[in-house]
């Protein structure tokens, strides 16, 4: 028995452990840990770097009834330049692999554990440039822990008890499914989806629908795609799924298919979707530049989880959380995923510590609708709020070839989207608007070409006769915060200062002249005003509270 004294210690003690124990459980949720169980990227051995994967086709069949695929892949790919002496797949440890062929010759010898696929490659093979595998294998793929941030399958029933299967693998990469190579700067050229499901089942996948062959007790949907796409973009989803079908004219000449894959039980709902992201395209359209996969289809699909960008096959899962802004209705999650087709699936980062120009783009594009449809102000409060988000509690570039889970901080949203409104301050309206629509659509970042931040400074200034790269590093590389101090000089008389900044920098200032744009030079600007000048009326930046000081 214990004694009284430890029996209330013990008591406490157990306390303590439970509060230990919950403090966990909310850390482990609260935390981003974004595709921590199999981080994605980073740095690429020489046997990855010298490989070019150019198709993936792919035959698929899920079974719902123990949660687990049968695949035959086929890669396809090149060697530019080295031609390595070992080949290597990253494709996570846990699938059983029924046969592997390397050239139409099978492999036996090859080494499956750390979460690669690898072998040696024979002597023979070593004059071509060209090559492929097929594999065929199966298992019981991750599931999501909380998709999308710890994503991987997601396998539920609808409300009529039927099999929904959806997947989302930003954080973890298409390793999670398939052998690949774990990083955003290969994308294949071209890609091939057949996935057989029982009938009545739906399967939408990336790309065009070429068919759908009914066999006997299933259907088999073709899907192909002829534009790269990134690993994580490759998709598909099985349910009992209808589509929901416009069309879209788009700025090109072609017309465009809008798709949205609503289940059966949902469709009077999901009707506003599909017109709602008509008009978000045709809005995004004159900003940005046409809508990057005309030959494909503009889509979303139904999913349980939140969303995510999936080329031609958006996640939706917001479960219609309109808000009302200016008189419109408005679906963020749908407008945010919308505007990745430009900002992350089209122009896609090299290395996922440019997190930013994925998230940060994509955010501010959430602005800029509200601009279009409800107007400056609407903007601007919109940008306040994103502002007031921010938590600054590390840079949102933190280094250099980074992995998804070392990259990803929720600043990369507000406050990448607050960098991009602050350079829109600094170059005007129309500067920034057209260098935005050619980021889109210049060659540069054209084809399946991935992109880092100093690509993007390169870009910014062609367009601005002073370089913007100390804007750049002081919003991105550190978690400095603007400040200002406006000093009393004489009557009337204020000099406006923005301590520690060594470039001069464009502000708002309201006097009793009215609102101004001035540049501020590092050693302070002296601005007359009849009574204290106000900084950043409309705010441009995210900053300090200003220090106002009254003459010594
Ligand atoms: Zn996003």
Redesign the pocket.
């Known amino acids: 028995m214990l004694s009284k004294g430890l029996g209330v210690f013990a008591k406490g003690a157990g306390l303590l452990i439970i509060l230990i124990f919950l403090f966990a459980v909310w850390r482990y949720y609260t935390t981003s840990g974004f595709g921590k169980d199999y981080p994605s990227g980073g740095r690429l051995t020489p046997a990855q770097k010298a490989m070019d994967i150019t198709a993936y086709d792919f035959d698929i069949y899920p079974h719902p009834e123990n949660q687990s695929l049968r695949i035959t892949l086929r890669v396809d790919f090149r060697f530019p330049q080295n031609i390595p002496d070992t080949l290597l797949f990253d494709f996570i440890d846990g699938y059983d692999i029924v046969s592997l062929r390397f050239d139409q010759k099978p492999v036996t010898d090859y080494s499956y554990h750390n979460n690669r696929l690898s072998w040696r490659m024979p002597a023979s093979a070593k004059s071509k440039r060209n090559h492929y595998i097929v594999i065929r294998y199966g298992g019981v793929p991750p599931r999501a822990k909380q998709a999308p941030w710890r994503g991987g399958f997601v396998w539920k029933t609808d409300r009529a008890d039927s099999t929904w299967l959806t997947l989302a693998c930003q954080g973890e990469g298409g390793k999670i499914w398939f052998p690949t190579k774990d990083t955003q700067t290969d994308k294949p050229d071209s890609l091939t989806l057949r996935i057989t499901v029982p009938k009545p089942y739906m399967a939408p996948a990336t790309g065009r629908l070429l068919a759908v062959d009914t066999l006997r007790d299933s259907l088999r949907y073709q899907w192909k795609s002829r534009y790269p796409v990134s690993t994580y973009g490759i998709n598909f989803g099985v349910g009992r799924y209808t589509a929901l079908r416009d069309t879209l004219h788009s700025k090109r000449p072609q017309t465009v298919p809008v798709i949205f894959y609503s289940l059966i039980g949902d469709t009077a709902k999901n009707r506003f979707l599909l017109k709602h992201l008509k008009q978000l395209t045709h809005v995004f359209e004159p900003l940005f530049g046409p809508y990057p996969w005309p030959d494909d289809k503009l889509a979303a699909m139904q999913t349980p989880y939140l969303g995510m960008?999936h080329q031609t096959l958006n996640a939706y899962g917001n479960r219609h959380h309109y808000r009302r802004i200016g008189g419109h209705t408005i679906d963020f999650l749908m407008l945010?995923?919308l505007a990745?087709e430009w900002w992350?699936n089209f122009i896609s980062t090299a290395d996922w510590a440019d997190f930013w120009l994925?998230?940060g783009f994509?955010?501010y594009s959430e602005a800029l609708y509200v601009e279009q449809v409800a107007g400056k102000e609407a903007y601007l409060d919109y940008m306040r709020e994103k502002m007031h988000s921010i938590r600054n509690h590390a840079p949102i570039i933190a280094g250099k070839n980074l992995s998804t889970t070392e990259a990803y901080n929720g600043d990369v949203?507000n406050k990448g989207a607050a960098f991009l409104h602050s350079l829109r301050f600094v170059l005007g309206d129309s500067l920034f608007k057209n260098m935005l629509y050619h980021w889109a659509t210049d060659s540069t970042t054209r084809g399946g070409k991935t992109v880092v931040t100093a690509d993007f400074l390169k870009h910014v200034n062609r367009y601005t006769p002073a370089p913007q790269d100390s804007l750049f590093h002081f919003f991105l590389n550190t978690t400095r915060r603007l400040e200002f101090q406006v000093d009393s000089v004489t009557t009337n008389r204020y000099r406006v200062l923005v301590p520690g900044i060594r470039f001069p920098l464009p502000l708002q200032v309201g006097t009793s002249a009215g609102i101004q744009k001035l540049t501020i030079p590092p050693g302070g600007l002296i601005i007359a005003s009849n009574g204290y000048p106000v900084i950043d009326p409309e705010d441009w930046y995210y900053k300090k509270e200003t220090l106002y000081t009254w003459q010594k």
Do not use: L
Request: proline share 0%; charged share 30%; aromatic share 10%.
């Open positions: 960008e945010h995923e990745h992350g994925h998230e994509a955010t949203y």
